[in-house]
C-alpha cells in the first residue's frame, strides 16, 4: 500500500513540475525574408546573423546565432526550422538546441533539415526557458 501512494505522489509532482516547465516556457516564431534578419521577441533573447544554406551533400541547412539579453540566465533555448515550398506545404524540418545561456552569453546554432530540392521560405521558431 505504501509503495503504491508513493506511485501516486511522484507521478503528482512529476506532473505538476511538467506543468509549471510549460508555463515557464517563452516561444517566438518567426519567418525569415532576407540573409541576416535580426529578430528581437521583445523579452530580450536576440536571434540574428540567420541565412540558409547547403552542406556538402546539399541538404538544407539554417544557422545563426542566439544572445542572452534578459536579466537572468537561460536554462534552456530551442530553435526550429521549417521549409516550405511554393504551395505553402512544409517539405522540411531542422531543430538545434542549447542549454545554460549566460546573461549576454550567446551560442552559434545549426539545423540540418536533410532535404535537398527547391524550397519557397523556411520560418524559424525559438523556445526558452528560465
Not at 507521478?11 to 510549460?22: G, N, T, Y
Not at 546573423?49 to 556538402?56: G, Q, V
Not at 536554462?75 to 506545404?89: Q, T
Not at 540540418?112 to 526557458?129: A, I
Amino acid at each position: 500500500m505504501i509503495k503504491s501512494k508513493s506511485k501516486k505522489i511522484l507521478l503528482a509532482v512529476l506532473a505538476f513540475s511538467f506543468i509549471i516547465f510549460l508555463t515557464a516556457c517563452e516561444d517566438t516564431t518567426f519567418s525569415v525574408n532576407e540573409p541576416g534578419d535580426i529578430i528581437d521577441n521583445d523579452n530580450g533573447v536576440e536571434v540574428y546573423n540567420i541565412e540558409l544554406s547547403r552542406d556538402n551533400l546539399n541538404w538544407i541547412e539554417v544557422l545563426g546565432e542566439v544572445r542572452n539579453r534578459t536579466e537572468e540566465k537561460l536554462s534552456y533555448v530551442s530553435i526550429s526550422v521549417d521549409v516550405y515550398n511554393e504551395n505553402d506545404v512544409r517539405v522540411a524540418s531542422g531543430y538545434a538546441n542549447e542549454a545554460n545561456l549566460d546573461v549576454d552569453e550567446s551560442f552559434e546554432w545549426i539545423a540540418t533539415t536533410g532535404y535537398g530540392g527547391e524550397y519557397e521560405y523556411y520560418e524559424v521558431e525559438m523556445e526558452y526557458s528560465h
